[in-house]
């Protein structure tokens, strides 16, 4: 009569070394924080949801002074989307998320390697041949056809669908036919035999939601597909353990699957790693929350806050408001680029899914691009423009030096101006400042100037304007334009005109107003004065003409 180590050699004939030999090769780290991991799957694109993950790991790991590393789980590969690693990679380092070690392009590093799980196959057989010996793992002959029939009389019978107990025909196969289904040739995989009860519960400490009670595993899971890749189940706890992980930290869509992993942890006496499973980022639809969905919202995907100029720092300080509870708080007073020196806590996790929160993003992203030095926004700017923005990058072109004054305007003083969420924002609202595209406003939007007023009268007051350009600073510049309102019978503030509006034509802001709309074409522009000197004054002199000669038209 064969033996199940037997069954092993046959299986595995190549494999020697043990699971000893492997504690041996990766010690426990000589680290004193936790070590966490992003471990995505290479099937897209970086998912919002999944640097949200990486970015509570990396917090996690960092906060403690251990170590954060990024392992490719890619099993599946049937899934796997070409070109979908060197996207993981390069949008943690856009993020600012960077593993300290693990799966990277061109070559991975650290000691607890291979961080890609195909490379990996050998250390996944050595410890499913030990566990072919010991019986826990066996060889199932099934086809897809008998578990398709399987289900349907499941289903049928209203019985819980999948592979376990009385309906796991191969675990009762003996070692003599296991052996002699191999050596036939008969395609198998391996399935870790169950030892859990569903009627019974077992307690799961989560260091987000505190005590779980859930149901045991029953079911006799794939551990190791036809193809010779392990299934995630078995992977995540080979890899975890032997890598040395100490807080799984992954998506709420994981704790069902708990009792198999707390039971092949168990079965393997490998100590238990701990669990944090985070809640899911949720999105409001016709008044309902929903998941974020890969296919229906194009926020889902990373790359949607690239293409639409965010700077990366905006996304992770908003994903930092959903990471913890108090990190809004926190910030008060501070200077939001400096978010980093926030301390993690687990406690300070909501377990609700968070909502997606565009307009708070906007809100931080102008905190963000106020709180840039002139040069950095500059740089930026100009990449985003390269990249994604052919009319910015136009502009930017012309003359570099012109359009860093235009961005810089308003940005010194305590009260930085916070205007743009996004660098998309920038082309629209500063394309007036070159002629050609002042002259395209003007003709495409026409000049819509307050019909209370007069045409000569706007007139007058424009050629007039001409006169301020020498006023040394912007004091003087506005002291002017109120004598300029004033001798036209406009009174020189707003709360004057109040006072006594049928004693005036109207108040300085409307004066301002038609120099605004002269110059820039809107009724909104950066601070007028500020524009004009960046405009220069042939230009404004050129502008006012231009504008004068079609009111007396
Ligand atoms: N590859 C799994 C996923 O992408 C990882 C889950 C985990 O972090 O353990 O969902």
Known sequence: MKTYEDLANIIFPDIDETIEDLEKKYPPRNCKGEVTRFAPSPTGFLHTGSLFTSLVSKKVAESSDGVFYLRLEDTDQKREVVGAKETLVSGLKTFGVTPDEGFDIPHEH??????????????????????????DVYPCFCSSDDLNKLREFQERNKMVPGYYGEFAKCRNLTVDEAISRIENGEPYVLRFKSHGDHENKIECEDLIRGRISISENDLDVVVLKSDGLPTYHFAHVVDDHFMRTTIVIR??????SLPLHVEMFKRLNFPLVKYAHLPLIMKMDNGKKRKFSKRKDPEANVSYFLENGYPPVSLIVYLMTIVNSNFEEWLVGRNVLDFNEFKFSFSKMSLDGALFDLKKLDYYSKEVIASFDIDTLFNNVKKYAEQYDTDLNELINRDETYFKSILNIERDGPHPRKDYAKYKDIYPSIRFFYRDQYEEIVRDSGIAFNPKFEKTLIHEILLESTSLYSCLDETSWFEGLKEIASKHSFAKDTKTFKANPS????????????LRITFTGSRRSPNLYQTLHILGEDEMNSRIAFIASTLLK
């Open 110 to 135: 650290g000691e607890y390697g291979p961080y890609l799980q195909s490379n990996r196959r050998n250390i996944y057989r050595i410890v499913l041949k030990e566990l072919v010996k010991r019986g």
């Open 503 to 514: 004693d005036y034509l109207g108040h300085v802001g409307d004066v301002a107003e038609m």
């Open 251 to 256: 998506g709420e869509e994981w704790i069902s």
